[in-house]
């Protein structure tokens, strides 16, 4: 465990403020809930006592942090191979394949992401899940970011809360597509199907922007970007546009092909066995040098060959 020490004067312009709101408010780069947790657990001292987190704090006031910074779960580190993108200090950027799950979970409780990073790096099990930020589905291919520091976790854990991380992907959907556009609509639990997300009244807010790169016969090549992630997104909203994903077997399993297809390409499209879903494009601040930055990674074989199958084909 790594122990943390801080210690601060509450200024003039947090006078009669919570002392929870108050000290995130001056060390921004460790979260409220986290400061909270440590207020609760007695480790922070104003005026060597103990305050609550809702108690008022006044100018003058004198704050003292002492913690320790202490692991997370008790997943174990497993030898995974992991594509690297980029990484320094603060961050790691990490091309997914398909077939690997992020989280350990029911029926998935190692051979994870997060069993691989624990290996990659024993440090990262200071952070939750390991440093993971955001996630992408088991089948889906492509970048995601991995934090650290709790200090970077906490900046890009908010910056994805803002809507500032940009987030871009490849994809081909059956049918075909006339313009771009915007979907904006509501995604929660399907009310009879736990395991499925569905366009539901009650959901949260999903918003995700499509453009055409190129229309074929029967499918639609789209560039797509989030300004939301809620599960399943993409995957969710094209289908309820009545154009799934091609390969998805939850959303669009029975409706990938038409009566006209050429045969080459409709043994193909049948034995596609995933959705043609990649994360392509990450664009973000980075939490330590503040400028902006921006990763890629090329489509994966499978959907390549997908694409020289379409245009042999059209």
Known sequence: MEKIELKTVIPENLKKK????????LFPEHSRSRIQSWIKEGSVMVNSKNYRQRDLVDAGDVVEINTEQKTFGKDKAESIPLDI????????????????????????????????????DMNQDRLPRAGIIHRLDKDTTGLMIIARTI???????????????KRSYKTIVCGKLLTGGKIENKI???????????????GKLAITHYRIIKKYKHYTYLDITLDTGRTHQI????SNMKYPIVGDQIYGKNLSLKKDIDTTLRDFVQNFNRQALHAYNLELIHPKTKKAVSYDAELPDDIKNLITMLNIND
């Open 188 to 202: 929660g639990r399907h009310p009879k199907n736990r395991t499925k997300m569905a366009v539901i009244e009650n």
């Open 85 to 120: 993108i980029h990484e320094d200090n603060e961050i790691i950027i990490v091309n997914k394949p398909a077939g690997l799950v992020v989280h350990p979970g029911a029926g998935n409780q190692d051979h994870t992401l997060v069993n691989a990073l624990l290996n990659f």
């Open 151 to 165: 200090e970077s976790h906490t900046y890009l854990v908010d910056q994805l809360q803002r809507r500032l991380i």
């Open 18 to 25: 919570r002392l929870d709101f108050a000290l995130s408010e």
């Open 235 to 238: 995957r969710v909203q094209m």
